[in-house]
């Protein structure tokens, strides 16, 4: 296979998102030849979303361009601390807590790692070294511009972005040694397909770390009235934990071991064995 490099890496890792087959660069674009589909590169990050999301029926879809806003106060002081806190309550991890926590539960000393939802590479920059490549996707071009500047100021190697929706994963089969999804599964429309389709893309026994939120006695979803809000205004799913465990059992993981602070709730699981 002929490998495509800039500064965000091989694109001949990439397949489309639809049929799976390999993609041919042409003209700073991936084509597919199966599909007749052309896929741009824009600055250098591959865009596997043709569709305009702003039209979705999804809420959180439809407000793409909120979060393309939002990309440059989500690692400060203005985002991360006051989520944590508002959903954690008293003795909330802080995001350095929960990286640490994540990295321990995905255990692995090289290989390839998939960050999905990656915004501008929260988890997936902590992770990346000369031995282990993270492989980031989201659904807004601001998160991943922010996270290519994130990359580039602090020269850390092996970090590639592309936009791309958690549901069409543009990966091979069993390509991937782990998979990071932090702060992002409540916000999928079909939480099963969406870890099946992640699944799909891992070898097996290899390990899934998530950060969520569900219904905790802490924080500001211990309230019933904030929970119905969420879901029926923001299109914001809040997990009880043993409906996750039966969504992870049914998309094919298991080993599903949970650490719970108030609202929020980090786990691993692995991809099973057949």
Known sequence: MIKFQ??????????????????RLNDEALRCPICQVIYPITEGIPDFILEDLT????????????????????????WYPLVLNLYGGLGAPSLKDLVRIIVKMVDIDKGIILDVACGPGTLGRRFASPS??????????????????????????????????AEAIPFPNDL?????????????????????????????????AVMTFIAGKKGVLRFPRIRKHVQQEHGVHIFEIPELEQ???????????PRVYGSILVFSVRKRRV
């Open 132 to 165: 282990k490549v993270v492989y980031g996707i989201d659904i807004s071009l601001g998160m991943l511009h922010q996270g290519v500047a994130y990359v580039k100021k602090s020269q850390i190697p092996n970090v590639n972005f592309a936009r791309a929706k």
């Open 247 to 257: 969504h992870l059992t049914e998309a094919g993981f298991e080993n599903f071991q």
């Open 55 to 78: 039209r979705s029926s999804h809420p959180v879809l439809r407000g793409v361009k909120n979060i393309d806003l939002l990309a440059w106060i989500y690692e400060t002081k203005l």
């Open 176 to 208: 991937f040694d782990a998979a990071l999804c932090g702060g992002a599964l409540h916000l999928f429309s079909d939480t099963v397909s969406t870890l099946r389709e992640i699944g799909r893309t891992l070898k097996e026994g290899a390990p899934l």
């Open 6 to 23: 800039n500064s965000t890496g091989d694109f001949s890792i990439y397949v489309c998102p639809t049929c799976k087959g390999a993609l």
